[in-house]
Structures are given as structure tokens and as C-alpha cells.
């Protein structure tokens, strides 16, 4: 079955520290995507990575950044000097064998000034 | 493009009651899925419909769970009879594509509460 798990319930930095979420992955499939979803207070999940899992290159985007490593099952995203704006909560996620996305359960990160 | 709608926000309801609830895709999208979101948790998967066909169902989605997209636009989620473990935040998003892999666009959900 495919399963995400994200061990890291909250996590509560300083703004401008360097945090790191954690996603760990299960499936049978050779090919497959993952994502990350952000979630703010607001309640929409916002949209912030597709990754193949043929590409294993890391990825960066402004102050956040991707490390896939199929060879530990691991889908990381780094916020580089954090801000309070992003504060919420973090979900990876992972097609099931349809077309439905499973998320783990996300990650609550905190960013205080 | 306008987003993901869902209506109403917030739905307060006593147990045994019936609620519906609406989703407006983002137009021209295939792909309309609901999901259900509990406190402390990511969201489940409910159900999905490529246009007006129903292709999946969860079996989280009992039979007291209905849902509807009657021309392939926007779909309805009633849930009759509810109960208190039906409290929740009810998500709905959609896909342009029929693909595996293909991001989901969600709305801002629709929060139930069953006293």
C-alpha cells in the first residue's frame, strides 16, 4: 500500500533558523510522484512540489528546497531562513494506485519572530 | 481562474440531521475529488469523479455518505443522518487532467460540526 509518514508532529523554530521536514515514503510502484502541500491557518492546501521519482536531483526554489533520496525513501523540504509567514502545516503526499493523493499527517511548524 | 469554491464555510448541525454540501471546480477541470480532514490529521480520500462518473470510492465514505456531480461542474457531498464522528473539515479539490501524478487544486473547505 502506498503510505506516507511524517514523524515529525510539530516543530517550533526562531525566525531566520533553517528547518527541515521530514517525509518517508512506502510503495510498490517503480514510478511514482510525490508532493508537498502547505496549509495555512486559512485551511486551503496550497500546492508546492511534484517530484518523478526518476529525477533524484534536488531541487530548489527561493528560500525552500527538496531532497529526494529514493535509496532511504525520503522526500525532505528545507525552509531556509525561516519567516512567520510560514508558519503552518506541512503534508507530503503520495498517489494511491488511482488517482487520490494519500497524505501523512503533517508536520505544524511554527515560526516565531 | 478562479479557484476551488466550496459552500458554505461552516456548517453547524444537530446529530441525526442531514447536510449538503457544494463544491465549484476550477472550470474545464476533469477531475473532482472530496476528502475529509479531522483535527490533528492530513486529509483522506473520500471519493473521486472523472466529469459526471463516480470512479472511486474510499471505504471511509459509508452509506450514509452521498455524493453527486450531476453534469461533470460542480459536485454535492450530503451526508444523512450525521453523527458526531462526522465532525470535520470537508475538502474538496480538482485535477485538469486525467493522469496519474497530476497536482490537485483544493478549496478552503467546508467545516462541520455535529453537536
Known amino acids: 500500500a502506498q503510505k506516507v509518514t511524517q514523524a515529525q508532529t510539530e516543530i517550533s523554530v526562531v525566525e531566520k533558523e533553517d528547518v527541515t521536514l521530514d517525509c518517508v515514503y512506502e510503495?510498490?510502484?517503480?514510478?511514482?510522484?510525490l508532493f508537498w502541500y502547505k496549509q495555512p491557518p486559512s485551511g486551503e492546501l496550497v500546492f508546492l512540489i511534484r517530484?518523478?521519482?526518476?529525477?533524484?536531483q534536488n531541487e530548489i526554489s527561493g528560500r525552500y528546497s527538496w531532497n529526494f533520496q529514493k535509496s532511504t525513501s525520503s522526500f525532505n523540504f528545507t525552509i531556509t531562513a525561516s519567516q512567520v509567514v510560514d508558519s503552518a502545516v506541512y503534508f507530503c503526499?503520495?498517489?494511491?494506485?488511482?488517482?487520490?493523493?494519500?497524505f501523512g499527517k503533517g508536520t505544524s511548524l511554527l515560526v516565531t519572530p | 481562474d478562479t479557484g476551488v469554491s466550496q459552500n458554505p464555510r461552516h456548517k453547524i448541525t444537530k446529530r441525526g440531521q442531514n447536510v449538503t454540501f457544494r463544491c465549484d471546480p476550477i472550470?474545464?477541470?476533469?477531475?473532482l475529488y472530496w476528502y475529509r480532514q479531522t483535527l490533528g490529521q492530513g486529509p483522506e480520500f473520500l471519493t473521486y469523479?472523472?466529469?459526471?462518473?463516480?470512479?472511486?470510492k474510499s471505504r471511509l465514505l459509508s452509506d450514509r455518505f452521498s455524493a453527486e456531480r450531476p453534469k461533470g461542474s460542480f459536485s454535492t457531498l450530503e451526508i444523512q443522518r450525521t453523527e458526531q464522528g462526522d465532525s470535520a473539515m470537508y475538502l474538496c479539490?480538482?485535477?485538469?487532467?486525467?493522469?496519474?501524478?497530476?497536482?490537485?487544486?483544493f478549496g478552503s473547505g467546508t467545516q462541520l460540526s455535529v453537536l
Open positions: 503526499a503520495l498517489p494511491n494506485s488511482g488517482y487520490a493523493l494519500n
Open positions: 510503495t510498490r510502484d517503480t514510478t511514482y510522484y
Open positions: 517530484r518523478n521519482s526518476f529525477d533524484e
Open positions: 472550470s474545464e477541470h476533469n477531475r
Open positions: 469523479f472523472q466529469n459526471e462518473a463516480q470512479l472511486e
Open positions: 479539490a480538482s485535477a485538469p487532467k486525467v493522469r496519474v501524478g497530476e497536482k490537485l487544486f
